[in-house]
């Protein structure tokens, strides 16, 4: 099984701040990453997938890239409803496999 | 539009089984795989299985095999996932996900609450 390492866990920044989250996959699976944002109570939504491509309707400020083992997702000037836990996935194959999730919060 | 709608919550005594429905709309229903995902509280997102729509193929984590059955009935556009022998900690969130090779998870339903109580 592809497992996700995902880094920081918390990262606690303020608004305007760059932000830059880290995940590894155990194996490569080429650019078949997406990048989720899920605030409290709500189902996880899509930002990123294929790695880079920006799904449509998100911001400009969000950006992904990677391939192989080694992808970031930057938000490039955090704003208020930024403020959420963001989680990657593989979708390599069938299956899936999320990361743990990083928490970004209010400095 | 696409969506995804799934039944209420649910509150199962240990050893229960208990059905999530997730009803689809605004898409061809066999042409997209679903897949489920859970989050227990204050936790992560954990993949469960998917299951092929059109065939009614399924492949399931290694973690929920004999335990999990995802079915669907293409009449109403619906997929099920039945979880069988339920403990507390089996208490979680339960989201159905459209799932595509290229984008991953586009469409998801709102969640269904399953709590295991005695």
């Known amino acids: 099984d592809i497992q996700m390492t995902q880094s920081p866990s918390t990262l606690s920044a303020s608004v305007g701040d760059r932000v830059t989250i880290t995940c590894r996959a155990s194996?490569?699976?080429?650019?078949?990453l997406a990048w989720y944002q899920q605030k409290p109570g709500k189902a996880p939504k899509l930002l990123i997938y294929?790695?880079?491509s920006l799904e449509s309707g998100v911001p400009s400020r969000f950006s992904g890239s990677g391939s192989g083992t080694e992808f970031t997702l930057t938000i490039s000037s955090l704003q208020p409803d930024d403020f959420a836990t963001y989680y990657c996935?593989?979708?390599?194959?069938?299956?899936?496999?999320f990361g743990q999730g990083t928490k970004v919060e209010i400095k | 539009q696409v969506q995804l709608v799934q039944s209420g919550a649910e509150v199962k005594k240990p050893g229960a089984s208990v059905k999530v429905s997730c009803k689809a709309s605004?898409?061809?229903?066999?042409?997209?795989?679903m897949h489920w995902v859970r989050q227990a509280p204050g936790q992560g997102l954990e993949w469960m299985g998917i299951?092929?729509?059109?065939?009614?193929?399924?492949s399931y984590a290694q973690k929920f095999q004999g335990r999990v059955t995802m079915t669907r009935d293409t009449s109403t556009s619906t997929v099920y996932m039945e979880l069988s022998s339920l403990r507390s900690e089996d208490t979680a969130v339960y989201y159905c996900?459209?799932?595509?090779?290229?984008?991953?998870?586009?469409?998801w339903g709102q969640g269904t609450l399953v709590t295991v109580s005695s």
């Open positions: 299951i092929n729509p059109s065939g009614g193929s399924t």
């Open positions: 996935q593989q979708y390599n194959s069938y299956t899936w496999t």
């Open positions: 294929k790695a880079s």
């Open positions: 194996q490569s699976i080429s650019s078949w």
């Open positions: 996900a459209r799932g595509t090779t290229i984008v991953g998870a586009a469409y």
């Open positions: 605004g898409y061809t229903f066999t042409s997209y795989y």
